[in-house]
């Protein structure tokens, strides 16, 4: 099996995050910290942007220093490592407040290396 191509990568955040959206929506903080699907899967995708991060060349991540391309990274270690003391107040804070505003630029990035 062939390598995929880095943007593929990029596609693989943009799915996760609309796939976050999707799990919160028309959830409130309060509704989301006690819901054990919700934080599971959300705690899923972020893994999945974690590995997806990883796999992109360091040429990459060094054209679009924009992006915090090792706390994306990070987050996934936390929540495949330890994911027993996962703070949910704060993966809420994190989702909702830092890593969907990503989406934007992710998205200019995306476009950017499509044509």
């Given at each position: 099996?062939?390598?995929?191509?880095?943007?593929?990568?990029?596609?693989?955040?943009?799915?996760?995050?609309?796939?976050?959206?999707?799990?919160?929506?028309?959830?409130?903080?309060?509704?989301?910290v006690?819901d054990?699907?919700?934080?599971?899967?959300?705690?899923?995708?972020?893994?999945?942007?974690?590995?997806?991060?990883?796999?992109?060349?360091?040429?990459?991540?060094?054209?679009?220093t924009?992006?915090?391309?090792?706390?994306?990274?990070?987050?996934?270690?936390?929540?495949?490592?330890?994911?027993?003391?996962?703070?949910?107040?704060?993966?809420?804070h994190?989702?909702?407040?830092?890593?969907?505003?990503?989406?934007?630029?992710?998205?200019?990035?995306?476009?950017?290396?499509?044509?």
């Amino acid at each position: 099996m062939s390598p995929r191509p880095w943007y593929v990568r990029i596609d693989d955040i943009l799915d996760a995050m609309t796939n976050i959206r999707t799990f919160i929506d028309g959830l409130t903080e309060d509704t989301f910290v006690s819901d054990k699907k919700s934080i599971r899967a959300v705690a899923y995708e972020i893994a999945v942007i974690g590995e997806a991060v990883r796999h992109l060349p360091a040429e990459v991540k060094e054209r679009y220093t924009t992006v915090p391309w090792p706390r994306l990274q990070a987050m996934r270690n936390v929540v495949i490592h330890e994911y027993f003391r996962i703070d949910v107040d704060l993966l809420w804070h994190t989702v909702v407040e830092n890593l969907l505003p990503l989406e934007e630029t992710l998205r200019a990035i995306r476009d950017a290396e499509d044509g």
